[in-house]
Structure formats: structure tokens, C-alpha cells
């Protein structure tokens, strides 16, 4: 799943597809966990010393104006869920099939387009592997 999560974000379609093609046969089995941890630290990596909420909201509009899938993001549960892992102290409503359509987008936009390193997302997706498989 790993995998999977590294081939959308650096676009490699043909490969994702290969991936994906597997999972369905497979079972996704834990995916919405990894990429729960994948969301917190992409977003902790966006705002390494928090947002304000105007911030979170700017980042948002941005987002679902230039992210493949972001027009049809929810705004508000993407506010909420960003917020909350900003603080984890922060309880969220948000449904986890909506919790899916806001997390994918957003870890697009943070990582990629060659925002990252490919050491630097190995890196971001081997902790949130770990912190996955505690849960």
C-alpha cells in the first residue's frame, strides 16, 4: 500500500494502476489508516509550526483549485481535518469515506509535483508506515 500511495504522488499512472489492479484483488485491508498517517505528516511537513485558521483556509481554496480531485473536495471537512492534525486535540466528524476524498488530494498537493525528494517521501512514508501499524 505503501507502494500505491508513493506512485500517485510522484505520477506514475501506469504503475499506480498495476498496484491498484493488485489491492482490488487483495483487499485494501488498512489503507484508510495509512493514509490517515500519510495526511498527518504531509500536513505537519506543510505547516511545520502550525496555521492559523486563515492559512488553512488559503491552503484549501489552493488546493481545490489545482489538485486533480480538488474541486470536489469538501472544504470544510478539509479545514476540520487539517486542523485536527494540526491539533490533535481536535475532534473531527468527518465520515471516513469523505475523510478519504480530503486526504488524497491534500497529500497530492503538499508532495506532489516534485515538492519533495524521493528520499524525502521514502522518508515521510516509512514513519507513517510505522505509525500505521500500531493502530
Not at 506514475?12 to 493488485?22: G, L, P, V
Not at 495526511?39 to 483549485?65: C, K
Not at 481536535?90 to 524521493?118: F, Y
Amino acid at each position: 500500500m505503501v507502494a500505491y500511495i508513493r506512485t500517485m504522488v510522484k505520477g506514475e499512472h501506469a504503475e499506480n494502476d498495476r498496484i491498484e489492479a493488485r489491492l482490488d484483488a487483495q483487499g485494501w485491508d488498512g489503507f484508510g489508516t495509512l493514509l490517515g498517517a500519510v495526511f498527518y505528516f504531509a500536513v505537519n511537513r506543510r505547516f511545520p509550526n502550525g496555521a492559523s485558521q486563515d492559512e488553512v483556509i488559503r491552503f484549501v481554496s489552493e488546493m481545490r483549485i489545482t489538485t486533480t480531485g480538488g474541486p470536489e473536495t469538501d472544504a470544510a471537512s478539509a479545514e476540520k481535518l487539517i486542523n485536527a492534525a494540526l491539533d490533535p486535540s481536535i475532534d473531527t466528524d468527518v465520515e471516513p469515506t469523505m475523510a478519504g476524498r480530503v486526504q488524497g488530494p491534500t497529500i497530492l498537493h503538499i508532495l506532489g509535483s516534485c515538492a519533495v525528494s524521493d528520499r524525502e517521501l521514502d522518508d515521510l512514508l516509512s514513519e507513517a508506515a510505522a505509525l500505521a501499524s500500531r493502530f
